[in-house]
T-cell receptor
Framework: NTKITQSPRYLILGRANKSLECEQH?????MYWYKQSAEKPPELMFL???????RNETVPSRFIPECPDSSKLLLHISAVDPEDSAVYFC????????????FGHGTKLSVL | GDSVTQTEGLVTLTEGLPVMLNCTYQ??????LFWYVQHLNEAPKLLLK?????KRPEHQGFHATLHKSSSSFHLQKSSAQLSDSALYYC????????????FGIGTLLSVKP
């Protein structure tokens, strides 16, 4: 899936700071961050529509999203915790509709 | 509160047999229901979405019917294939502003030869 690209693909961290990046080439207006912990379903973290933060779920303050333009999404993580080990999926859709929600391949974060 | 329930954690089938994965929802609204499929180490992909006019969505041999009377959206396929082995999530979009997908816990479908 090259329509939504995420980097890095794998990330191993101690208690460091890092940013996850996502770019979509679909012309969508809405972008999402989902967290999928081991053996659990994806859970919404943040939703942006037209660069505006629309939904901010109950997420630790060490996660800070940024949407520099409608095709790019960043997730800044500071002082990661072992409970943050998960796959972080970026997703996008046209508008805020979930009708055509496309997921990126994810960034697998492993916290030492 | 709003929720999606998938009762089976693991379904094991022999190739060629019919597939039925259960999904029920609880909501005060009339949500859209979805089925997502996730193969190992891959991202979830949309498989099916319910229609507002009660049409039955179909894709890759799978279909599901939204029954509002029983609050169900079970996933079915007439004949399982080995390549159908994957994790299947039922999800609901309750249509609130800033739509949020609520996923069930998932059902792992394992198809054996």
């Amino acid at each position: 899936n090259t329509k939504i690209t995420q980097s890095p693909r794998y990330l191993i961290l101690g208690r460091a700071n890092k940013s996850l990046e996502c770019e979509q080439h679909l012309g969508h207006n809405a972008m999402y961050w989902y967290k999928q912990s081991a053996e659990k379903p994806p859970e919404l973290m943040f939703l942006y529509n037209l660069k505006q933060l629309i939904r901010n779920e109950t997420v630790p303050s060490r996660f800070i999203p940024e949407c520099p333009d409608s095709s790019k999404l960043l997730l800044h993580i500071s002082a990661v915790d072992p409970e943050d080990s998960a796959v972080y999926f970026c997703a996008s859709s046209q508008g805020q509709s979930n009708e055509r929600l496309f997921f990126g391949h994810g960034t697998k974060l492993s916290v030492l | 509160g709003d929720s999606v329930t998938q009762t089976e954690g693991l379904v094991t089938l022999t190739e060629g047999l019919p597939v039925m994965l259960n999904c029920t929802y609880q909501s005060t609204y009339s949500p859209f229901l979805f089925w997502y499929v996730q193969h190992l180490n891959e991202a979830p992909k949309l498989l099916l979405k319910s229609f507002t006019d009660n049409k039955r969505p179909e894709h890759q041999g799978f279909h599901a019917t939204l029954h509002k009377s029983s609050s169900s959206f079970h996933l079915q396929k007439s004949s399982a294939q080995l390549s159908d082995s994957a994790l299947y999530y039922c999800a609901s979009d309750y249509g609130s502003s800033g739509n949020k997908l609520i996923f069930g816990i998932g059902t792992l479908l394992s198809v054996k030869p």
